[in-house]
């Protein structure tokens, strides 16, 4: 087992909850737990008390950011994720709620929520498998342009479903969803991180400072649209991006994790956020990692994405709800432009003009973000 790092003891936690559980045979950390510390726990039986599967997922908060824990972040957000599975899948224990999500696609699934404790601030959940996510899915040379069309339309079908019933229904659900502590986290941490990126450029430093009041303005409000009573207010997933997405084996479904930025805000943001990373793989991908064929499945995966959430969700401005979106694009272009993960393909022609920032991971080399940049400050514009 290799749970020495645990904030609590798993398997004594777990006697205490379920006692007939039998030892787990193993208890392994799961990566890219940023936020919160995330365990697989592995049983050599069916367990009838989580649906006669051999392994769960048990996450554990502690009110700051995992990987940095002088961040914080309120542990309200982990009563929100617990009502997000309880409304998504009907098979959740504990937390009622007035209403649930009927979904009408099988081939999008989400966890089940088979025990919280808002004491200890645990979260046990169904174990939805290790498989890839969709930006593995979309540059893997085996993916064809057929299944990233076919997934884009679910997701675009599923999504717009999903905000078309929670808008509905908004009044109902609103006091189990408002998420002061997201909202807070974005506004301190994520907002503010386009300043440094536009500080590399030789803007006026007036143009700057509008652009940041503008991003700081608009992480505020969720819209640039003066009028309230014109924007539409959904339950939003909150942290759609191609990380929170896993294909199956059948590259038929999607499973969609990690509903705690679940929040009531503003769809044009859901859809722009996830819109972002979708461009940047079809125009930027990940240093060595961009393929022709990659590229153009994440091209085709967005066009049909947005093709079916546009057909099927309105919202009470469409005005107002496309300039939203293309803000929060040219904020997460931006921000993501700092994070060194995304590079033209194409080799730099800036002729000494670049502009420079490190190279996410080991390598730690230098990479032009110059083009990314541009387009970010285009959008915000």
Partial sequence: MTMADAPVDIVQYLSTVFSTLPTPISIVRLTGGEINYVYRVSFDQPIEEFASARSVVIKISLGTLASHPEVKFGLERQMIEARAMALLAPTSTGLPLPISFPNPYPHVMTPSLYHYSPQNNILIMQDMGSHPDLQQFLLDRATTSQDACALGELLGSYLSQFHTFTKDNITMLTPYFINNAVRTLLQDVFYSAVI????????????????????????????????????????????????????????????????????????????????????????????????????????????????????????????????????????????????????????????????????????????CVKKIVEVGIELLE
Wanted: glycine share 8%.
């Fill in 196 to 367: 440094p990126v536009i500080s590399l450029t030789t803007l006026p430093a007036s143009q700057i400072a509008q652009l940041a009041e503008k991003a700081r303005l608009f992480g505020t409000q969720g819209t640039l649209d003066q009028t309230s009573s014109t924007v539409t207010e959904v339950v939003k997933m909150g942290d759609l991006w191609p990380g929170a997405i896993l294909i199956p084996q059948s590259r038929k479904e999607l499973v969609i994790l990690d509903w705690e930025f679940c929040d009531i805000g503003n769809p044009a943001i859901e859809v722009g956020h996830f819109v972002t990373f979708l461009y940047l793989l079809a125009n930027f991908p990940p240093p060595e990692m961009g393929t022709m064929e990659g590229m153009t499945n994440a091209s085709l995966f967005m066009k049909n994405f947005l093709q079916k959430y546009i057909k099927n969700f309105v919202p009470k401005n469409a005005k107002s709800f496309w300039e939203d979106m293309q803000t929060i694009i040219g904020v997460d272009i931006l921000i993501e432009a700092g994070k060194g993960r995304w590079c033209s393909i194409e080799s730099c022609s800036c002729e000494g003009r670049c502009l420079l920032v490190e190279e996410e991971g080991a390598k730690k080399k230098q990479i």
